[in-house]
Structure formats: structure tokens, C-alpha cells
């Protein structure tokens, strides 16, 4: 009896007496909810953004100062460290040349092999102080028989170039690189050159980056910068440049000059083989492979060098399906990484405290984890909940015009002939944001995709040159199928819904007032592209 009289209170208090007001007392119910704690919630969301936000100006401030500095009293690398052309002896011979390794992975990426491997067989080196080494993962036999029958080709050519293929991806490209360097004919070897297959360096670029490494003992790792030969293929490719340019500009040109530390970029580099087999080689752990030999390398006290001067071509994604394959591994991969070796990072005693600071916010948790989290969190659930809450007030200045200025620095000067381009870079960067955020949470927790891999696909010359491989009709219609399932990306179109219904709300209520909805509206077109996959060339 009595718990039924303890219904019939609550029932009362909830809907009053039959003759109340229903509808009012529902509503003070949820003016109670929203009062005592969706709006304090949004509040605390709104200061952890606000504090993300601190630390990623005052990282932007690091980067832009130190990288002005350098500019005025830093000398170039020629200055700083000790270089020396090596020249030819007519007498000696090649004697005065090191003996370097040149490894090129391979994963059934036949539309571009000829490429890399044409660009290392054609180094100015002397042939008998340069081997080639390309290592076949590709799963499909006609693509290993066309790699092979390139490399015997460069070999009737008086090259020294080995063809080695695997029949597992054990370890994907960590693994293979790592056979490759267990081979008896490689232990004549000094440096070890690292060469994605899409990428094709200039014939003097071992003349110009093995000199640093010979003349100055401490220098474990030479990185070179990237350039694309597909930048102007569509606006995928042009964003891409921007975020790689800054990334190369600033991130690496700092992590080198100020701290001789930054994240080998896996492709484009030489290695000191002391230096890998010093830091326990390459290991397989995370598939951030080149980030984890950096970070293993530099806490024994190895120096990395970057050289601005230094470019080699390479090709970026230009299908979104690659590009959202290859940014989960780059977000992802480093967040487990993160995990794995902040302890070990904070308790090394080999390098200095600013270097050990340098790596564990500067270089890891503001840059791999701090950015991409931030972004989403504010831009896509904190910035649009406010127009809804106006109880919680954000200020203009700090929501849009600081993050527009910083941008506006990065792109003139990183990528000046894309000044033009910043609100779709802003814009695109943020509709990628809950991918980018979803992969760095997938590392931090190890969840099951943690490891996953797969190979970016590279076009080559196959925009010009474009074949129907298709056997059946029936094959192709399932493709195309598959293609177009793959192609919806439910998580973005349900962002851009939400951003929609809270601009539209702004725009009818608070139009005045604020004017974020305009922000969120255009949002939601770039977000709209991304969910349809629109952006990029189309997926061959």
C-alpha cells in the first residue's frame, strides 16, 4: 500500500492535478534538467576547448617563433654542420664513397614501380658502392612478375639491384624493410635510403644528403621534403599540400634546427645503419613504423637532420577512399604510439629535459592527439550546442577570427599560391576532423582497427592511360556496388544534419545576435561533400 502511495506522489508531483497544466509542468521539468545540467556540462566542454585551444596557440606561437629565429641567426645545415662534396678520384676510384643501400617497398602498387625504381637506378653514384633493394609485399603474382622483370631489366644494365619478395605482410612495410636488412649482402652497407614507390628523387640526391652524414657522427637520420606532382590534380590534392607544407615548413624544420628531433617521415630519408640497429632496428609494434624507430632513435641520443633544400617528388592521394585510409593510419598509428612510449620518453636519461618536453607535448600530445580532438569537439558539438544553450556564451574573436588569423600566417607561409583556398582548407579540415578524432581514440585504447593497414593507392600515369581490367559484367556491377556503399559516410551526413538544424535555429531566433550560424551552414556543405565522398578524383 504504501508503494503504491509513493507512485501516486510521484505521478502527482510529475503531472500535477488533473486540472494543472501539463504541458507547463513538463516544461519547468526540462528547464530543470537543462539548467542544473546540460548547460554546466556544456560549460565544462566549453573550458576543456578553451584549454586545448591555449595549448595549440601556444604551440602555433612555438613554432612561428623558433622558425623566425632560425631564419635570422641560425646558419643553413652547411653551416651548422660540417659538409664536404665528395668527389670523384680519378685515381682512388670510389673509394672516398660510402656504401649505400637504396630500399624501395612495394606493395602491388605496379601503376607507379617504374618510376622509383627508374629514379634510384639513374643516382650519380658509383655503381659499385650503391645497391638497390626492392621489396615485394604485392599479394597479386602478375603484379611481382612485372616488378621483377623491371628490376632484371636495370640489371642487364650493369645495376646492382636485388629483387626480393615475401609471401606473407607480416609487419606490412616495418616487416619487409626489416628483411631486407637481414640479408648477408647488406652488411657491407654504411647508410640505408628509403624510397616509398612513388616517390622519384633528383640523380644528385645521395651527393647532397650522404656528405652530412659521413663528416658529422651524430647525425643518425637525413630527411629530405616532399614535393607532389599531382598538387594541382583536384582541390583534395591542393588541401593536402597546404597541411603537408606547414607540416614540413615549420614542424620538421623546428623539430631539427632547435631540438635535433622530429619524426622520420618513412619515405625520402637515409638512415645511419648504426643508428637503426643502436635504437633495436624496425619493429612492427604500431604501423607508425618510421615514428617509432625516430622516437627509439632519438631517446639514444641520435640527431636528425632536415634539409629544406632537399625535395623528391612523390604523388598524394587523389581519391578521398585513399585519403581517409591514409589519414586514419597517420592518426591513429601515432596515438598508440603516444601510449606506448610516453613512460619510457619520461624517464630517459640519455637526453636532455627540453628534448624529452620537446617530444612528449610538443611533438606528440598537442600535434598527434591536442588538434584534431579540439577541432571536432568545438567546431562540430561546443560551437553549434551554444546556439541552442545561449546561456553559455563563447566569444567571437576566440571562436572565429584567431582561428581564421592563424591559418592565414600558416598558409602564407607554407603554401603562398594557395592563400586563396584558406576557408576550404578551414572548412575541409574540420569535416575530417571526426575521422581524424575517431582513429586517434582507436590508438589511445588499442581497439581492433589499431593495426590495420592499408596501401594508398598510388594513379601514376593511369589518369592518362586508362584500361577496363573488368572480366564479367557481373564483377563490374558488384565493384561498382561496393564502390558505392563505401562512398556514403553515415557519421558526416549525421553532423551535417545536426549543424543544419542548429544554424537554421540560430539564423530564425538568434540572427542578431550571433552569427556562428553562418559559420555552420557553410560547414555543412563541406560536410555534405565528405559524407558523399565528393571531394577528390574519382575512385578508380
Not at 641560425?74 to 630500399?103: C, H, M, N, T
Not at 575541409?428 to 582497427?449: N, P, W
Amino acid at each position: 500500500m504504501a508503494e503504491v502511495d509513493a507512485k501516486n506522489i510521484v505521478l502527482e508531483w510529475v503531472l500535477g492535478s488533473t486540472e494543472g497544466d501539463i504541458t507547463e509542468r513538463i516544461g519547468q521539468i526540462l528547464g530543470s534538467i537543462k539548467f542544473f545540467f546540460v548547460v554546466p556540462l556544456l560549460r565544462i566542454c566549453l573550458y576543456i576547448c578553451l584549454f586545448l585551444s591555449l595549448l595549440l596557440s601556444l604551440e602555433w606561437l612555438h613554432l612561428v617563433i623558433v622558425s623566425v629565429l632560425l631564419k635570422l641567426f641560425r646558419k643553413k645545415p652547411e653551416k651548422r654542420y660540417k659538409f664536404e662534396e665528395i668527389k670523384d678520384d680519378l685515381e682512388g676510384g670510389s673509394e672516398a664513397f660510402p656504401f649505400v643501400l637504396v630500399q624501395i617497398p612495394i606493395a602491388n602498387e605496379v601503376e607507379v614501380h617504374k618510376l622509383s625504381i627508374g629514379a634510384a637506378c639513374k643516382f650519380s653514384w658509383p655503381t659499385d658502392k650503391l645497391l638497390i633493394q626492392v621489396l615485394d609485399d604485392s599479394s597479386d603474382q602478375a603484379n611481382k612478375g612485372m616488378i621483377e622483370k623491371e628490376c632484371i631489366r636495370w640489371a642487364n644494365e650493369g645495376i646492382n639491384i636485388r629483387y626480393q619478395a615475401r609471401d606473407t605482410r607480416e609487419g606490412y612495410k616495418a616487416g619487409a624493410l626489416k628483411q631486407g636488412m637481414e640479408q648477408d649482402y647488406v652488411k657491407q652497407c654504411e647508410y640505408v635510403a628509403i624510397f616509398d614507390v612513388d616517390f622519384q628523387p633528383e640523380p644528385d640526391f645521395l651527393r647532397r644528403a650522404i656528405p652530412f652524414l659521413v663528416h658529422n657522427p651524430e647525425i643518425g637520420l637525413v630527411q629530405a621534403r616532399w614535393r607532389f606532382v599531382n598538387a594541382d590534380a583536384c582541390v583534395l590534392t591542393r588541401l593536402q599540400e597546404m597541411s603537408l607544407d606547414f607540416h614540413f615548413r615549420f614542424e620538421q624544420e623546428v623539430g631539427s634546427s632547435g631540438y635535433g628531433f622530429f619524426g622520420f617521415n618513412g619515405s625520402g630519408g637515409i638512415w645511419r645503419i648504426n643508428a637503426m640497429n643502436d635504437a633495436g632496428g624496425w619493429d612492427w609494434r604500431t604501423t607508425a613504423e618510421d615514428m617509432d624507430l625516430s622516437v627509439r632513435a632519438g631517446l639514444k641520443g641520435w640527431e636528425f637532420l632536415y634539409l629544406g633544400d632537399l625535395q623528391v617528388k612523390s604523388e598524394l592521394p587523389s581519391s578521398i577512399k585513399s585519403y581517409r585510409s591514409q589519414q586514419h593510419r597517420w592518426f591513429c598509428a601515432p596515438a598508440n604510439l603516444f601510449r606506448t612510449t610516453i613512460i619510457q620518453i619520461a624517464i630517459n636519461k640519455k637526453v636532455s629535459w627540453k628534448k624529452k618536453l620537446y617530444m612528449m607535448l610538443s611533438f606528440f600530445f598537442v600535434r598527434k592527439v591536442v588538434g584534431h580532438v579540439f577541432i571536432f569537439l568545438f567546431y562540430c558539438v561546443v560551437l553549434p550546442l551554444t546556439i541552442l544553450f545561449p546561456e553559455v556564451v563563447i566569444r567571437k574573436d576566440g571562436a572565429i577570427l584567431a582561428p581564421c588569423f592563424i591559418t592565414g600566417v600558416n598558409t602564407l607561409f607554407g603554401t603562398p599560391r594557395s592563400i586563396y583556398l584558406i576557408l576550404h582548407w578551414i572548412l575541409f579540415e574540420t569535416a575530417m576532423s571526426f575521422r581524424r578524432t575517431t582513429a586517434i581514440f582507436v590508438g589511445l585504447f588499442r581497439a581492433k582497427s589499431v593495426n590495420e593497414w592499408v596501401v594508398t593507392e598510388k594513379l601514376g600515369d593511369s589518369l592518362n592511360n586508362k584500361t577496363n581490367t573488368e572480366s564479367t559484367t557481373q564483377k563490374h556491377h558488384r565493384i561498382r556496388f561496393k564502390a558505392l556503399k563505401d562512398r556514403i559516410l553515415l557519421p558526416e551526413i549525421v553532423i551535417a544534419v545536426f549543424l543544419l538544424a542548429c544554424g537554421c535555429y540560430g539564423f530564425v531566433y538568434h540572427r542578431k545576435q550571433y552569427y556562428y550560424y553562418i559559420y555552420m551552414l557553410l560547414q555543412v556543405i563541406f560536410l555534405i561533400l565528405a559524407g558523399f565522398s565528393c571531394f577528390g578524383l574519382k575512385n578508380m
